[in-house]
């Protein structure tokens, strides 16, 4: 009964998700001509149902995890918020870019940005697979231990630098320049998230201070 459960929520939020994602960029487009839009679409659902579908099978308690968005603390709702209007008012720029014209970015860079969005999709899955304990919200759970170990050996938060390569390359794929600044706000809202997570890691997860000396950089090598 949980499995069929889990895969029924899955399911749900899955479809809700396309819906949405749909309007935000074909009524401003105003057309379903748009094919970048189409490309985006095709880049993020079709891997997000073959990483769903091997979660349901082999790891169902990380799937319910990761659609749990039930966020406690107040920092990381204001980020969810910020994260929400961000996306919305992108892809919104984005279709009003495309119905007119207003500027033009070359296939070849659409090509590349397809790519870094894979990228960090793969990179993704590869945190999922090194980190059973992967939730949506800033929480510790009952007998969680520090990953030290793959990505986690190189960055704090390896799952953040993958979703900025993803959320940075969206307005380059959608083959919009204006939206570029909307998006260039995730950056911001990622370190919020970040600071706010690592002071509750540091206080309820026993070892976390002795990763942060272990681990120096948190989202970028020899950066930050």
């Keep these: 009964m949980k499995a069929r459960h889990l895969l029924k929520t899955a399911l ?19 057309s379903f001509t748009f094919w970048n839009a189409w490309l985006f679409i095709s880049l993020l659902f079709l891997p997000m149902i073959a990483l769903g579908i091997i979660l349901w099978l082999k ?9 749990n968005t039930k966020e ?12 929400l209007i961000m996306f919305i008012l992108g892809f919104v720029l984005a279709g009003l ?27 993704y899955a590869e945190v999922m697979r090194e980190n059973a304990y992967l939730s949506r919200t800033v929480e510790v759970q009952e007998n969680q231990t520090v990953i030290d170990t793959g990505l986690y050996g190189l960055v704090r ?10 959320f940075l390359s969206i307005p380059f794929i959608l083959g919009s320049l204006f939206a570029v600044p909307i998006f260039l706000i995730y950056p911001f809202l990622i370190i919020k998230r970040i600071m706010n997570e ?5 206080e309820e997860l026993a ?3 002795e990763y942060q000396k272990k681990v120096n950089y948190r989202l970028l090598p020899y950066i930050w």
């Design 12 to 30: 749900f939020k899955f479809v809700i998700g396309f819906i949405m994602l749909g309007i935000l960029l074909f009524f401003p487009a105003g």
């Design 59 to 67: 790891a169902p308690d990380l799937l319910e995890k990761r659609l």
């Design 198 to 202: 690592e002071a509750i890691l540091a």
């Design 207 to 209: 070892g976390y201070k």
């Design 97 to 123: 870019d495309f119905r007119f014209k207003w500027s033009m970015v070359p296939d070849w860079v659409v090509i590349i940005a397809s790519i870094v969005f894979l990228a960090g999709y793969l990179l």
């Design 72 to 83: 406690r603390e107040t920092e990381q709702k204001e980020v969810i918020a910020g994260s």
């Design 157 to 166: 938060h390896p799952m953040y630098f993958a979703t900025l390569l993803m």
